[in-house]
């Protein structure tokens, strides 16, 4: 188990976290994946068959975090690759209309999601002594734009916590930044329209990114990066 390449995804039930779940499993990864929706994530799960694990977990919620990363590590082995890519975006609309519920809601899974991986995952793969971890970013998180402030706020944070984590972890480890560039989801049609299905998709970016993502490694850290 300790020599399979084991990638640990959080929002793998659609958009770019199940391209990225099929993708790697496909080449060969070995793949625990995590998502709130409770049917999409078993459909992911069927897609894969087995040798892989998955389960409905709401990052915002630490006690179910923590017992995911528990729960991985028993069934596939610590992760060499961890991609944080769990994210939500709001309804485009100028900073002071968004209402403080919906402000919350992209806060508490953009950046406390993430943070909650993190402080289960990063210690196994310090016990590992290996590993690296992608955090998706965005364009607007080394950009802004009007009526996305919220989502803009939270993907800065990322960019500024994987930097900070990047100096904090020992040295066969690394902390990356990823921004995935502009791709054809769910998330995306919202704010641009009819214009997102001119970008790729998540099958076609898949295709460009992951032998990217399969290539990081410790002299990566601290590393902004973009497709």
């Known amino acids: 188990m300790l020599d399979q390449r084991v990638a640990w995804i959080t929002g793998c039930s659609r958009g770019l976290g199940r391209a990225m779940a099929l993708g790697l499993a496909e080449r060969g990864w070995v793949v625990a994946g995590l998502a709130r929706s409770a049917g999409a994530v078993k459909e992911v799960a069927e897609r894969l068959g087995e040798g892989h694990f998955f389960a409905s977990v709401d990052v915002v919620e630490e006690d179910e975090v923590k017992a995911f990363c528990g729960a991985a590590l028993r069934e596939v082995g610590p992760p060499r690759l961890l991609l944080n890519?769990?994210?939500?975006?709001?309804e485009p609309a100028p900073l002071w209309e968004i209402e403080s519920d919906e402000f919350e809601q992209v806060i508490d899974v953009n950046i406390k999601g993430v943070a909650n991986v993190l402080r289960h995952a990063v210690p196994i793969m310090i016990d590992q002594n290996k590993g690296v971890i992608v955090n998706f970013s965005s364009g607007w998180g080394r950009s802004t734009s009007p009526e996305v402030a919220p989502y803009c706020a939270t993907k800065w944070a990322i960019e500024g916590m994987t930097q900070a984590l990047?100096?904090?972890?020992?040295?066969?480890?690394?902390?990356?930044?990823?921004?995935?560039?502009?791709?054809?989801?769910?998330?995306?049609?919202?704010?641009?329209?009819?214009?997102?299905?001119?970008?790729?998709?998540?099958?076609?970016?898949?295709?460009?990114?992951?032998?990217?993502?399969?290539?990081?490694?410790?002299?990566?850290?601290?590393?902004?990066?973009?497709?």
């Open 85 to 90: 890519n769990a994210a939500l975006i709001h």
């Open 166 to 227: 990047s100096s904090e972890l020992p040295e066969n480890l690394a902390a990356v930044a990823f921004n995935p560039g502009v791709i054809d989801t769910d998330m995306l049609r919202p704010v641009w329209g009819e214009g997102a299905s001119e970008c790729p998709d998540p099958q076609q970016w898949a295709e460009s990114a992951l032998p990217i993502l399969e290539k990081l490694d410790a002299g990566d850290n601290g590393r902004s990066l973009s497709v």
